[in-house]
C-alpha cells in the first residue's frame, strides 16, 4: 500500500486545515493509520490514529478536542481535520499504516509505511 499526504499548507493562528492520506494499491482494511508530526529538530510526535475496519480512535493530549480523525472507505482515505490551529502546531505531517496492537498505537517504531508527509505552518 502505497500512502500519499495532502492538504498542508500556511494558515493563521485559529485557523483549520484538512489534512488528508489516500492510499493506494490495497486496501487499509484491517490496517490502523496514524498520523505523526515532526518540527524541525524535534522528535517525531504522535497526533492521531484510527482503526480502519472500525473506526477506534485515538489523540495525542496536545491535540484533543482541536483535530478529528476521520475515514472514507469507499475512498481508502483517511483525514485529519485540524482546528484552532496554534503555532506549535507547525510541523511536517505524515501519515503511516501499522497492524501492532492498539496498545503500541503512539509509537512511530511500530508503524512501516509512510507517505511523504506534508508541511502545515501555522503563523501567530
Known amino acids: 500500500v502505497q500512502l500519499q499526504a495532502s492538504g498542508g499548507g500556511l494558515v493563521q493562528a485559529g485557523g483549520s486545515l484538512r489534512l488528508s492520506c489516500a492510499a493506494s494499491?490495497?486496501?487499509?482494511?484491517?490496517?490502523?493509520l496514524g498520523w505523526f508530526r515532526q518540527a524541525p529538530g524535534m522528535e517525531r510526535e504522535f497526533v492521531s490514529a484510527i482503526m480502519f475496519s472500525g473506526g477506534t480512535t485515538r489523540y495525542a493530549d496536545s491535540v484533543k478536542g482541536r483535530f478529528a480523525i476521520s475515514k472514507d472507505t469507499a475512498k481508502n482515505t483517511v483525514f485529519l481535520q485540524m482546528n484552532n490551529l496554534k503555532p506549535e502546531d507547525t510541523a511536517v505531517y505524515y501519515c503511516?499504516?501499522?497492524?501492532?496492537?492498539?496498545?503500541?498505537?503512539?509509537?512511530?517504531?511500530?508503524?512501516?509505511?509512510w507517505g511523504q508527509g506534508t508541511l502545515v505552518t501555522v503563523s501567530s
Open positions: 494499491g490495497g486496501s487499509l482494511s484491517g490496517y490502523r
Open positions: 503511516a499504516t501499522t497492524r501492532i496492537v492498539w496498545s503500541e498505537i503512539a509509537n512511530h517504531k511500530q508503524y512501516y509505511n
